[in-house]
């Protein structure tokens, strides 16, 4: 990873690796920085991860992401695990937290398909897991890294997204909106409602709505005549909304996100 010092492990299998992995796995180190380190560079350890965060905010890889570390048992060749500095019953640093959403950026750079949401399914699941959910398989180690750690990985979502997507300049919420029903595939005035908020990004409409109905297009007076419209879906306080290639996404306060019920914009009137 470009700016992570590497220090090889010894401990590692060449290539056998699933790519694009399913996400990352936190660790707890029960040690110190330093140490974890150089038990991982100690051939008789038989054990390494791909980086090793520190609580200060130091952060060193230590096995190639084209091979597979020694971390989870049956979970190595498809997840990428990561060893914080500390003992079990601590929370993550802020440095850390960092460090995480750091790797995660990175990894997500590097496969554009990896997932930024929590996951605790070691078998079908994509995200950001935790060793004790890979149960015996997984080296049967329940308390690793702690539940202060699992409970932080909403954070460390957040901070991933921020990274990955800088918040908007020209976002601005507004309301109320005329919401159209389709009929025929086609926006129908005589079946609509009112509702808000309507956020306004970059002169695109965007509807936000807390229901479980399907809302399909929108009216508003900031939108003109073939300007396109995104849908997203409200769960959460937003904090902000990005775009990537073409698609609308909301930040939650949560770190979650949520993408357009449509997979391409389309026009109203």
Not at 144 to 159: H, K, T
Request: glycine content about 12%; aromatic content about 8%.
């Amino acid at each position: 990873m470009p700016g992570v010092p590497f220090v090889a492990s010894p401990n590692f299998r060449p290539g056998g690796v699933t790519r694009p992995p399913r996400g990352l796995v936190l660790h707890i180190a029960a040690g110190t920085y330093q140490g974890t380190i150089g038990w991982q560079h100690n051939a008789i350890s038989q054990v390494s991860s791909y980086f090793v965060n520190a609580k200060d905010g130091r952060l060193t890889q230590c096995v190639d992401l084209d091979d597979r570390a020694w971390t989870e048992s049956a979970g190595n060749a498809e997840w990428i695990g990561i060893e914080h500095e500390g003992v079990a019953g601590d929370s993550l640093t802020p440095e850390q937290i960092a460090n995480d959403a750091r790797i995660y950026a990175f990894l997500v750079a590097t496969w554009p398909g990896l997932k930024v949401q929590i996951t605790d399914d070691p078998i079908n699941g994509q995200g950001l897991g935790w060793h004790g959910m890979g149960g015996n398989a997984w080296g049967g180690h329940p308390g690793c890294p702690g539940a202060p750690i699992v409970a932080q990985r909403p954070q460390i979502i957040s901070a991933t997204l921020r990274l990955i997507f800088p918040q908007p300049t020209s976002t601005t919420i507004e309301g109320p909106m005329t919401v159209l029903a389709l009929t025929n595939g086609k926006p129908d005035a005589a079946n609509q409602w009112q509702h808000e908020p309507c956020i306004t990004h970059n002169g695109t409409a965007l509807l936000v709505f807390n229901t479980d109905g399907p809302v399909y297009g929108a009216s508003h007076p900031s939108v003109a005549f073939g300007h396109e419209l995104q849908v997203v879906e409200m769960h959460k306080s937003i904090m902000g909304i990005a775009k990537r290639d073409g698609e609308v996404l909301v930040l939650f306060e949560d770190g979650t996100t949520t993408v357009p019920l449509f997979a391409k914009p389309w026009a109203v009137k």
